[in-house]
């Protein structure tokens, strides 16, 4: 039984351009939160999600944030106009209907050069 | 303010001690989770304890809650190299899927 799946694992992105990173919940999950890791802190939530609703996105910054989980497919946490502030590593997590027991992907370090 | 603080934010100790760290948060909760986390990776949950609950075990880990004061600890006995990882508690703040995290403690354990 696969765990959750992030892609891509590193992404480096220049400053203004776009950054999609991708998740894929773990066989039988139908809840997706994803959070962020600045260097040296916790995890933050930033969204929850179920297929095709955003349920909570109230840790996500207003504008140049999105995060979708569409009815095929993985979720998508797109991020506009990269700043070197969104550097981070972005955590995605899955659960079944216990929305307390989360599972963890092994996280896409984005880099804003 | 932030949930799940922990102590020490390091930890060094030799292969074969004990190590204990703590968390302490602000308001009450349903329950508590520990994870660790691997230099560069992803977390792996440890152990979850419910606000009812006062002690668990999981192998070589021991979590106590004590929700009078707030406070819950993670000690792992007979530490070894691959025990070096930083740990994490999370709190059911605001809601129960939403978690959060403090800061972590990071454990080295020396050979």
């Known amino acids: 039984n696969a765990g959750v799946m992030q892609n891509p694992r590193h992404l480096v992105r220049r400053r203004g351009q776009e950054a999609r990173l991708r998740c894929s919940p773990m066989k039988g999950h139908s809840h997706v939160y994803w959070y962020r890791q600045l260097p040296e802190e916790g995890l933050k939530f930033m969204v929850y999600?179920?297929?095709?609703?955003?349920?909570?996105e109230s840790g996500m910054p207003k504008e140049r944030f999105s995060a979708e989980f569409p009815k095929e497919g993985p979720s998508i946490l797109r991020i506009q106009q990269v700043v070197r502030g969104d550097s981070a590593a972005y955590f995605c997590?899955?659960?079944?209907?216990?929305?307390?027991?989360?599972?963890f992907g092994p996280g896409t370090r984005l880099t804003v050069t | 303010s932030q949930q799940g603080e922990e102590d020490p934010q390091a930890l060094s100790i030799q292969e074969g001690e004990n190590a204990t760290m703590n968390c302490s948060y602000k308001t009450s909760i349903n329950n508590l989770q520990w994870y660790r986390q691997n230099s560069g990776r992803g977390l792996v949950h440890l152990i979850l304890i419910r606000s009812n609950e006062r002690e668990k075990h999981s192998g070589r880990l021991r979590v106590t809650l004590d929700t009078s004061k707030k406070s819950s600890s993670l000690l792992i006995t007979a530490s070894r190299a691959a025990d070096t990882a930083s740990y994490f508690c999370a709190t059911d703040e605001g809601g129960e899927y939403k978690l959060s995290f403090g800061a972590g403690t990071t454990v080295t354990v020396r050979a």
């Open positions: 997590a899955s659960s079944g209907t216990a929305v307390n027991e989360q599972y």
């Open positions: 999600l179920q297929k095709e609703n955003i349920i909570d």
